[in-house]
């Protein structure tokens, strides 16, 4: 049985390119007492990615050079010398871009297969589901009647983001790049307004049209002149939760910008970032909940899966373009007999 691996060849500078990652393959390790080897299934491409493959310091390590690029998988139990998996199972693991992984017991964890589609536990039930579940509701905090804006909007965070703001009753301003996906926004997740930046000439004028009553929730998922756009628009003790700067990652010089003190402090606003490792011993109430609200038919979620292992560096890239729908995944195999 051969193992096919994608690792980090090179540390890019500006955006990857397909000279970024190396193609190989090794043989795949025998478990022994208290392993498992599993089958890649669903292999998640994030943003975040992009921050660790720069050697420097994070909330996370970098990726090591002629490493496995880590990242989520779902993956089905091939072989298992452990008493709490069985042959079969499906499990969520961060092996990464790998077809096996054989795991020790405390890498992986079995999921519901029943739930929901497989591939939803790497997004709208999975990191980014509860990415957006944490960050507006600890951060965030969003009250009835109370305007949320989210860029990134139809992506996966933000995509859930709005939705759950909705839930707690507050009107909902997404910023996306595509008449699709301001189409996508309003027509299928029911945000109040959506603005496609490329298409705006006047940001400042856009929100405040969509606004009137201000903002007093900003998620932010891009940073740069976007946001400094929404700052303009600020309320009084509003609460910005900044989960990324997507517009930054691939800059080869400086991000300079306007200056935010001044206004975090005529508006008393809150700015605070944060990860959701942050939340990690409350990820099964996190989870409970995105399920339930999934199950009442209150979330619903889009996904752009392509197909072959691969195409995950492609795939990968794609992220910088803007072109998906919610959440970006790539499918590498088949449960077996299903």
Same mark, same amino acid.
């Given at each position: ?13 500006g ?41 420097a ?32 199972d ?20 079995? *999921? ?10 790497l ?29 990134g ?35 299928? &997740? ?60 691939? &800059? ?7 200056r ?29 909940? &995105? ?13 752009? *899966? ?20 919610g ?7 088949d449960?077996?007999?299903?």
């Amino acid at each position: 049985m051969i193992n096919q691996q994608i690792l980090l060849a090179n540390r890019p500078t500006g955006t990857p390119t397909k000279q970024t990652f190396k193609f190989v393959e090794s043989d795949v390790k025998q478990p022994e007492q208290g392993e498992i080897l599993v089958r890649s299934l669903y292999v998640s491409v994030d943003p975040y990615m992009r921050g660790r493959m720069v050697d420097a310091p994070s909330y996370v390590a970098p990726y090591e050079l002629n490493e496995v690029i880590t990242g989520g998988v779902v993956a089905e139990v091939v072989e298992s010398q452990s008493d709490k998996f069985t042959k079969g199972d499906v499990v969520i693991g961060s092996y990464g871009w790998q077809t096996h992984y054989t795991a020790k017991e405390t890498e992986i964890r079995k *999921i519901d297969k029943e739930i929901a589609p497989l591939s939803t536990h790497l997004g709208i039930l999975g990191m980014t589901g509860l990415t957006a579940y944490f960050g507006l509701l600890e951060i965030g905090k969003p009250q009835e009647g109370e305007t949320v804006v989210i860029s990134g909007a139809a992506g996966a965070v933000g995509s859930a983001v709005g939705q759950i703001a909705r839930i707690k009753g507050a009107r909902v301003v997404g910023i996306a790049g595509s008449d699709e996906k301001v189409q996508y926004l309003k027509e299928e &997740l029911g945000f109040d307004e959506a603005i496609n930046y490329k298409t705006t000439t006047n940001m400042v004028d856009a929100l405040a049209a969509a606004c009137p009553n201000g903002v007093d929730v900003y998620f932010d998922n891009v940073g740069g002149e976007i946001s400094d756009a929404v700052h303009t628009q600020l309320n009084r003790f509003a609460r910005i939760p900044i989960c990324g700067a997507i517009s930054s990652y691939n &800059l080869k010089g400086e991000d300079v910008g306007p200056r935010i003190q001044t206004t975090l402090v005529k508006k008393s606003a809150l700015m605070q970032g944060f990860t959701l490792g942050n939340y990690a011993e409350r990820f099964p109430e996190g989870s409970a909940a &995105l399920a339930q609200w999934l199950t009442e038919g209150k979330l619903s979620y889009q996904e752009t *899966i392509k197909e072959g292992f691969e195409n995950i560096p492609d795939t990968f890239l794609d992220l910088f373009k803007g072109t998906n729908i919610g959440k970006l995944l790539v499918k590498v195999a088949d449960v077996t007999n299903e």
